[in-house]
């Protein structure tokens, strides 16, 4: 990857956390400006990734990916971040998934070379583009899905047109009654695969792909058995597909696994019965950052469902939001510099610890501080009477699903263990 542009961007007081009067400098420098965030060297609320759990979850992953002899994709779409992309492909990411054409486009803009877009490749200029960029680098890699014969058409007609020298590879895409794209039956299922094998040599069919991330239930085992349902499906697509040789030459590829199933995904593709070569792709986009609440109760259910999951540690929490108290202006409350202009507001972000100057290292937050509420740069806070917070300390928050934080900074600030400020990663949402 090139991240050369990323390095030598220009970072001034118009990002946030940046103090105001700053002269303007280059991004990569930001490590020698010798700021520390419990100093109050930058502006609050700020978002922070700490190096070192950053470090431990990669490595983790790809301790857990080797047990499991599979590979992973990450979605990119979590931090939208190339220097993160860039971090996953050295720790063996084998792609990098992305869901439209303006992520493709950041992507290939910084060299990423093998892109899964685990969505539908649709509209004349996204699919122009994404045909011109195979013809102009042979080395380029890439795969979307289809789940419809219009849409294999439409594929293959452009193709054609193109004329890119190779075809344009495709998984067939499975999908649930209710639920987002993808076929809904094994029938289905085989007229699109027919449909793409009928297209050769303009498309290829090299894999069979679903997410089985959005089944909602009364209780846990009812979701899990809808996963495993899924799960079924995709591997009958793919025993169909074999079966009729419908896939092209090379490994097929069965990929699926976001954040919360991936343990499942890989025990159930690994038992495909397919005879012929198969490469296992999960497409986790939140494990590097993790989080405080929704994937740290999904990682506890990997756990319980894969004991190994718990060598090394399990995954951290590498994601915080830093804030002041603004205000108390009731016994019980608290305000806060943080709203949600700054964090997810779906679901309400957790405190974690607190800071005064004069004390040696952040504390714990102590029970019953909960966030109530959000405006757009305020975050409501019921707190004891006893509390110890006061107007100016720090607060630290974790977030759930980090997806929604990510995409709120444009710049976020990489800490050692000691808040001091060693790096920063730009987004491009």
């Known amino acids: 990857m090139n991240l050369d542009a990323i390095a030598a961007s220009p970072l001034d007081d118009r990002s946030k956390g940046i103090p105001g009067g700053t002269t303007p400098f280059r991004l990569d420098a930001i490590g020698a400006k010798g700021w520390n965030v419990l100093r109050e060297d930058l502006n609050m609320p700020i978002a922070v990734l700490k190096e070192s759990a950053l470090t431990h979850n990669s490595a983790w992953m790809r301790d857990f990916l080797t047990r499991s002899r599979a590979v992973i994709a990450p979605h990119g779409k979590t931090t939208m971040a190339p220097q993160l992309f860039q971090r996953q492909l050295d720790d063996g990411a084998w792609a990098i998934t992305l869901a439209t054409p303006q992520q493709l ?128 499906l995709l591997v009958g697509l793919a025993q169909d597909c ?10 097929v590829i069965l990929t699926a696994g976001g954040s919360a199933f991936y343990d499942m995904v890989l025990a159930r593709f690994s038992h495909s019965g397919l005879t012929r070569p198969v490469k296992v792709v999960i497409r986790s986009g939140c494990y590097l950052s993790h989080d405080s609440a929704r994937y740290r109760n999904a990682f506890a259910d990997i756990v319980e469902r894969t004991p190994h999951a718990a060598v090394g540690g399990g995954l951290v929490s590498a994601i915080e939001v830093w804030a002041y108290v603004q205000s108390r202006p009731e016994p019980g409350k608290v305000l806060l510099t943080m709203g949600a202009r700054d964090t997810q507001s779906d679901t309400m972000p957790l405190p974690e610890t607190w800071f005064r100057a004069g004390m040696n290292a952040p504390a ?66």
């Open 105 to 232: 486009q950041v992507a290939r803009a910084h060299g990423v070379q093998r892109i899964v877009l685990a969505n539908q490749l649709i509209g004349r200029h996204a699919i122009d583009w994404v045909l011109g960029e195979l013809k102009r680098d042979p080395g380029f890699d890439f795969y979307c899905l289809v789940d419809s014969e219009t849409g294999v058409r439409m594929l293959a007609d452009a193709a054609r047109a193109a004329d890119i020298g190779r075809p344009l590879q495709v998984f067939l895409e499975g999908g649930s009654p209710g639920g987002r794209t993808g076929v809904r039956d094994r029938a289905a299922g085989l007229a699109v695969a027919r449909a793409v094998k009928a297209a050769s040599p303009y498309l290829a069919l090299r894999g069979v792909e679903g997410f089985e991330g959005l089944f909602g239930g009364a209780n846990r085992a009812e979701i899990e058995g809808k996963v495993r349902e899924f799960l079924d």
């Open 242 to 251: 074999e079966a009729e040789d419908l896939f092209a030459a090379g490994e």
């Open 364 to 429: 714990r937050v102590p029970p019953g501080h909960v966030c109530a509420g959000m405006n757009d740069q305020h975050t409501h806070m019921t707190v004891p009477h006893d509390s110890p917070l006061a107007v100016g300390d720090l607060v630290s928050f974790g977030v759930s699903h980090p997806c929604l934080t990510f995409d709120k900074w444009n710049v976020i600030y990489v800490v050692d263990d000691a808040y001091n400020v060693v790096s920063a990663v730009r987004t491009f949402f």
